[in-house]
DNA sequence: GTATTAATTCGACTATTATGGAAATATGAA
DNA sequence: TTCATATTTCCATAATAGTCGAATTAATAC
């Protein structure tokens, strides 16, 4: 991922309605949701939350699809990997920056703390 | 991690001159970079650099430290992993992001020791 | 054709962020 | 103390982002 896409991207998820539109989607997997449904849900107008799936979308992270007069919105898991990929890789001294999913049992804190 | 903190790393993130700040100060490792030697490196204005830090500072992204006239600023390694670590659990679906950078060359020179 | 539903784009506004020179603060040296 | 260095804070200004009602486009049904 080249670091100009990387910053968009994390822009894009740099606001409150946005990863919490995000979130939602993620959540909601493969059958994504209607912009109106998310928005209802979020309780956010319309008109604000096509603003912000705009944002998300023209950085890569959700992608959209008409279904009759709906436009369902799905989170790209694949653009999602290569931003974390990029953070590991520029951001964390080209080591292991230790991702470690929470469900892991973990076996000792390193000198942290 | 907690999400307003979250999205305040983010933000602090996806700006040009703060990801390359940041990247130059992770590549820099322990020894850390004093600020006029990183706004020179970079070619922006003290002033400006200092906004710049002051938003990573803010975030947690990154430390600093007096050291006789200098201050000197630091990655903070531990404050990237949980947002990487946030970002995995939240926004890939609560299973493996894959993150696999593939073959990274290891440098081995962190605070592990 | 008109009406209804779903969503976006427009427009006007407010708020936040970014920029960089000048002034202020902090440290160390002569 | 006075001078030089290192960096921040202040200030004014420019630029970008966020908000939301109203107008517009798109699809479907009657």
Known sequence: ME?????????????????????????????????????????VPNSSLSFHLAQLSHAGLIVQQRVGRSLIYRADYRAMNALVA?????????????????????KAERSAA
Chains 1, 2 share one sequence.
């Open 3 to 43: 670091s100009g896409l990387a910053i968009k991207a994390l822009g894009a998820l740099a606001q409150e309605q946005r990863l919490e539109a995000f979130r939602r989607l993620v959540q909601a997997g493969d059958g994504g949701v209607a912009a109106g449904t998310l928005a209802e849900a979020m309780g």
């Open 86 to 106: 990029y953070l590991m890789e520029n951001c964390c001294g080209g080591a292991v920056c230790s991702p470690v999913p929470s469900s892991i049992p973990q």
